[in-house]
Nanobody
Framework: QVQLVESGGGLVQAGDSLRLSCAAS????????MKWFRQAPGKEREFVAA???????YYADSTIGRFAISRDNAKNLAYLQINILKPEDTAVYYC??????????????????WGQGTLVTVSS
């Protein structure tokens, strides 16, 4: 059974930093794209960042510069570092495992597995 479990969310103040983790079990993340999406209250889920199977990072325009995605294949973990948090970063953050083509790296249509999400709340 494949599971992705996010952790590291919580209530923080604007300007703080957080590192979210995504632990995979039942599948090796090596050879797969690892992605992060988020869904803010009342909004649709949106792409945040991806780490391709070949090791290249991809970011949404809204997250480039403050967000950093990484992975540790040996530990089967993916990470999302968020710096200088803003109230508009408040959302449930989901990690996802994907094996689709690179043209879909910022999309969710080819996601194979989703985590349950971790809530990040940023107070002003």
């Amino acid at each position: 059974q494949v599971q992705l479990v996010e952790s590291g969310g919580g209530l923080v103040q604007a300007g703080d930093s957080l590192r979210l983790s995504c632990a995979a079990s039942g599948i090796y993340i090596a050879g797969h794209h690892m992605k992060w999406f988020r869904q803010a209250p009342g909004k649709e889920r949106e792409f945040v960042a991806a780490h391709s199977s070949s090791g290249d990072p991809y970011y949404a325009d809204s997250t480039i510069g403050r967000f950093a995605i990484s992975r540790d294949n040996a530990k089967n973990l993916a990470y999302l570092q968020i710096n200088i948090l803003k109230p508009e970063d408040t959302a449930v953050y989901y990690c996802a495992l994907d094996a689709g083509p690179i043209w879909s790296i910022r999309h969710s249509e080819t996601v194979l597995y989703w985590g349950q999400g971790t809530l990040v709340t940023v107070s002003s």
